[in-house]
Nanobody, 116 residues
C-alpha cells in the first residue's frame, strides 16, 4: 500500500533553516508528481510546493517562494523540502502528498515550529 513518511521537523529560531524529507513506498515514485502541504492550528491545509515527475518543474505558494526549495531523489524514493529564512508564520504541520490512481495520500506529518 501507499506509504508516505515525513521527517526532519523541529523547533527552529526565526531566520533558521530546516530540511524536511518524505520517504515514499507502495507506488512508482518516479512516475508521480509530488507535493508538500502544511496546516497551521485553526487554519486550512494549504499547498506549499509541488514538483513534477523528472523534477525539472517546480511551483511554490507566494508565501514561501524564494525561501523554500522542493526537490526529489528518484533513486531513494524521497521528496525533500529545504526551508530557509524561516518565519513564525511558517509554523505548521507539514505533509507530503501524492495523488495516485485518483486517491490523495498523505503522510502522518512532521511538525515545524519557528519561535525564539
Amino acid at each position: 500500500q501507499v506509504q508516505l513518511v515525513e521527517s526532519g521537523g523541529g523547533l527552529v529560531q526565526p531566520g533558521g533553516s530546516l530540511t524536511l524529507s518524505c520517504t515514499a513506498s507502495g507506488f512508482a515514485f518516479i512516475r508521480n508528481s509530488m507535493r508538500w502541504y502544511r496546516q497551521a492550528p485553526g487554519k486550512e491545509r494549504e499547498l506549499v510546493a509541488g514538483i513534477n515527475v523528472p523534477g525539472s518543474n517546480t511551483s511554490y505558494s507566494d508565501s514561501v517562494k524564494g525561501r523554500f526549495t522542493i526537490s526529489r531523489d528518484n533513486v531513494k524514493n524521497t521528496l525533500y523540502l529545504q526551508m530557509n529564512s524561516l518565519k513564525p508564520g511558517d509554523t505548521a504541520m507539514y505533509y507530503c502528498n501524492v495523488l495516485y490512481r485518483g486517491v490523495n495520500y498523505w503522510g502522518q506529518g512532521t511538525q515545524v515550529i519557528v519561535s525564539s
